[in-house]
């Protein structure tokens, strides 16, 4: 498994300067700024495409995913999901970014440094039917003080079928296209108790 959180590598600049043209005019879509990078991958998988490379780049307040698709002809932009996942302006508040076993991502945000309310947030992210779908949710969060105000949830939306501190769950949340999930999304049965 990669783990990739602020080492730039050649790898990561190049799928930063790989950008699609569109339309007659040969305009191009804005640019990642290889400063914002915090995570890429390039992953071989069956199907209808060969590979996808996912690159993950901080914005002012979360993060951006954006993903390219190669079926054989050259790399195309398939997805950019804006804001993703929260940021914060401190050292453990930023996201980052795994590849799996499986072919699919785990994207991490989190508050691991500031205040009471401590908390993680993992999305899988797997290519099904298609398309780029958030396939998974887990959260977990405790509170510095109250040993007793913590929990975990998580939930498989592909399934729907979840757990919420023990207590297992039929989500309402189906999975959705990865450019549809902001990071204010959340099963509604994670709520904290």
């Given at each position: 498994m990669?783990?990739f959180k602020?080492?730039?590598?050649?790898?990561?600049?190049?799928?930063?300067?790989m950008?699609?043209?569109?339309?007659s005019g040969?305009?191009?879509e804005p640019?990642i700024s290889?400063?914002?990078v915090v995570?890429?991958?390039?992953?071989?998988?069956?199907?209808d495409?060969?590979?996808?490379r996912?690159?993950?780049a901080?914005?002012?307040?979360?993060?951006?995913?954006?993903?390219?698709?190669?079926?054989?002809e050259?790399?195309v932009?398939?997805?950019?999901?804006?804001?993703?996942v929260?940021?914060?302006?401190?050292?453990?508040q930023?996201?980052?970014?795994?590849?799996?076993e499986h072919?699919?991502l785990?994207i991490?945000?989190?508050n691991?440094?500031?205040?009471?309310?401590?908390?993680?947030?993992?999305?899988?992210?797997a290519?099904?039917?298609?398309a780029f779908?958030v396939?998974?949710?887990?959260?977990?969060?405790?509170?510095?003080?109250?040993p007793?105000?913590?929990?975990?949830?998580?939930?498989?939306?592909?399934?729907g079928?979840?757990?919420?501190?023990?207590r297992?769950?039929?989500t309402?949340?189906?999975?959705?296209?990865?450019?549809?999930?902001t990071?204010?999304t959340?099963?509604?049965?994670?709520?904290r108790d």
């Amino acid at each position: 498994m990669l783990t990739f959180k602020a080492n730039l590598t050649l790898p990561v600049l190049a799928a930063v300067a790989m950008l699609p043209i569109t339309g007659s005019g040969f305009a191009q879509e804005p640019m990642i700024s290889p400063q914002s990078v915090v995570g890429s991958a390039t992953v071989p998988i069956d199907g209808d495409i060969y590979r996808y490379r996912a690159v993950l780049a901080e914005t002012e307040d979360g993060g951006d995913l954006y993903v390219f698709t190669d079926a054989g002809e050259g790399w195309v932009q398939a997805v950019h999901a804006k804001d993703i996942v929260w940021r914060g302006g401190m050292y453990g508040q930023e996201p980052w970014m795994e590849e799996t076993e499986h072919g699919s991502l785990k994207i991490y945000s989190e508050n691991s440094s500031i205040g009471r309310d401590r908390w993680e947030q993992i999305l899988t992210i797997a290519y099904r039917g298609g398309a780029f779908v958030v396939a998974g949710y887990t959260y977990s969060y405790y509170d510095t003080l109250d040993p007793d105000a913590a929990g975990q949830c998580d939930v498989n939306l592909l399934t729907g079928k979840g757990v919420h501190n023990d207590r297992q769950f039929k989500t309402k949340l189906p999975a959705m296209k990865v450019a549809d999930w902001t990071m204010e999304t959340r099963p509604p049965e994670c709520a904290r108790d």
